[in-house]
Nanobody, 128 residues
Framework: QVRLVESGGGLVQAGGSLRLSCAAS????????MGWFRQAPGKEREFVSG????????YYADSVKGRFTISRDNAKNTLYLQMNSLSPEDTAVYYC?????????????????????WGQGTQVTVPS
């Protein structure tokens, strides 16, 4: 069992930055692949970014590529998402998720059904 707790969301003006964190606890948490997803009101949950267990392979949705950076610190069992140049289109609840890292590649990391554990989410609001 892995427990995930997100933090760092909030209200930020367009063009600003936020860093989300996801603290993981449980057996072998550092061995899981991790991902960030987001869900805006009335929309489906969508993939934002993913990272393998060692942190040397990352994946990004086209909509955030070049603006967001995913990273992890396995010594602290913490996942991060640095978000820069935020726009109103980034407004959503952001979720972190963990997956047993047997399925690799963008397709595996981008699908919600590949993940075994989810956090409760943190709200990010960028007013227009």
């Amino acid at each position: 069992q892995v427990r995930l707790v997100e933090s760092g969301g909030g209200l930020v003006q367009a063009g600003g930055s936020l860093r989300l964190s996801c603290a993981a606890s449980g057996r072998s948490a550092s061995s899981y692949g991790m991902g960030w997803f987001r869900q805006a009101p009335g929309k489906e949950r969508e993939f934002v970014s993913g990272i393998n267990w060692s942190g040397d392979t990352t994946y990004y949705a086209d909509s955030v590529k070049g603006r967001f950076t995913i990273s992890r610190d396995n010594a602290k069992n913490t996942l991060y998402l640095q978000m820069n140049s935020l726009s109103p289109e980034d407004t959503a609840v952001y979720y972190c998720a963990a997956k047993i890292d047997y399925c690799k590649g963008y397709g595996c990391y981008a699908q919600t059904f590949e993940y075994d554990y989810w956090g409760q989410g943190t709200q990010v609001t960028v007013p227009s």
